[in-house]
């Protein structure tokens, strides 16, 4: 499946936006008002690093190569039609060329915003996390998603 232009420039803006609101909330988290004096751009790698090993603490699902350097983490929602179209167009070049090649580890984070149709796939989510089989119901989901 060839990936279209505009799929991957969708793609770079939507993980850029991202980028963009952490760094925005780790500013104004700072107690000393002071951050754009002290900080550097390695302190927020450092940071962004310790959330990302945090999340796989906590148990966050996680596909590919755990000792990656590189962490891919999607905050997605099983009821979101662009999620769906994503993890149908897009997620599967980039686990061929980026996760099954070890190259990266891919963290996925529920974010339901939807409605109750959200917070029960989320739940359902946890369960089959539970019996390790979270990524069997991720893609039953997303592959039988009607939104």
Known sequence: MKIKNHEIIFAVIVAFAIILLSSYSTYFS?????????ANPEDFIKLTSLE????????APVLGNTEAKVAVVEF?????PYCGKYFKEI?????????????????????????????????GAKCAQEQNKFWEYHDYLYKNQKG
């Open 52 to 59: 990302v090993e945090k999340l796989i603490k906590d148990g």
């Open 76 to 80: 997605a929602d099983f009821q979101c």
């Open 91 to 123: 997620f599967p070049e980039i686990k061929k060329q980026y996760i099954d090649t070890g190259k990266i580890k891919f963290i996925y984070t529920n974010f339901a915003f939807l409605g109750e149709e959200s917070i029960n796939a989320a739940r």
């Open 30 to 38: 700072k107690k000393d008002g002071n951050v754009a004096k002290s």
